[in-house]
T-cell receptor, first 109, second 116 residues
Framework: GQNIDQPTEMTATEGAIVQINCTYQTSGFNGLFWYQQHAGEAPTFLSY??LDGLEEKGRFSSFLSRSKGYSYLLLKELQMKDSASYLC??????????WGAGTKLIIKP | GAVVSQHPSWVICKSGTSVKIECRSL??????MFWYRQFPKQSLMLMATSNEGSKATYEQGVEKDKFLINHASLTLSTLTVTSAHPEDSSFYIC????????????FGSGTRLTVV
């Protein structure tokens, strides 16, 4: 079966750095997405990785290792507004998105 | 950037009635629209994939006669929850993929449905 694993919840301090991991087992691979979702709102796109390596976008970076079925989202200089759920999703060989359950990130002052 | 407009944002309806949710792609053509449902503290669950001009493809366990999907144009897809029950209360979100540099799927703002 297809499976996406990510931690249920993480806590970090304002101004610090946090890394949210995602491991996956899917039927084929056509890219991995990270989305941010605030409570009661729709997800918003953060990043897309299809090749191995690190993609940096401001305070957020996303890493992919296809051989290990592994990705992480790195958030630097954490702000209170970064408190949200972070969803990992993989596009399989049928171009269908398989979603992780999301990681709830709690930022403390 | 690509925008998907979803209406209504929230709706309360009585059991047994029907509710229609609309999703419009404002600045791109969405040949395919995805409909998701999300229960509290759970991940997105794909309900169906809607293709313009053809019948929607439903995921296993989703009743196609209960969740009617129409995708009559390249910019509009609708989901109608028929004979709604309290267990249908959920957050419904549509999504479409706009071909662009970020490869991202754009989501509508979501519809909070409460059936009483």
């Amino acid at each position: 079966g297809q499976n996406i694993d990510q931690p249920t919840e993480m806590t970090a301090t304002e101004g610090a750095i946090v890394q949210i991991n995602c491991t996956y087992q899917t039927s084929g691979f056509n890219g991995l997405f990270w989305y941010q979702q605030h409570a009661g709102e729709a997800p918003t796109f953060l990043s897309y990785n299809v090749l191995d390596g690190l993609e940096e976008k401001g305070r957020f970076s996303s890493f992919l290792s296809r051989s290990k079925g592994y990705s992480y989202l790195l958030l630097k200089e954490l702000q209170m507004k970064d408190s949200a759920s972070y969803l990992c999703a993989v596009m399989d060989s049928n171009y269908q998105l398989i979603w992780g359950a999301g990681t709830k990130l709690i930022i403390k002052p | 950037g690509a925008v998907v407009s979803q209406h209504p944002s929230w709706v309360i309806c009585k059991s047994g009635t029907s509710v229609k949710i609309e999703c419009r792609s404002l600045d791109f053509q969405a040949t395919t629209m995805f409909w998701y449902r999300q229960f509290p503290k759970q991940s997105l669950m794909l309900m169906a994939t809607s293709n313009e001009g053809s019948k929607a493809t439903y995921e296993q366990g989703v009743e196609k006669d209960k969740f009617l999907i129409n995708h009559a144009s390249l910019t509009l897809s609708t989901l109608t929850v028929t004979s709604a029950h309290p267990e249908d209360s959920s957050f419904y979100i549509c999504s479409a993929r706009a071909i662009g540099a970020d490869y991202g799927y754009t989501f509508g703002s979501g519809t909070r449905l409460t059936v009483v």
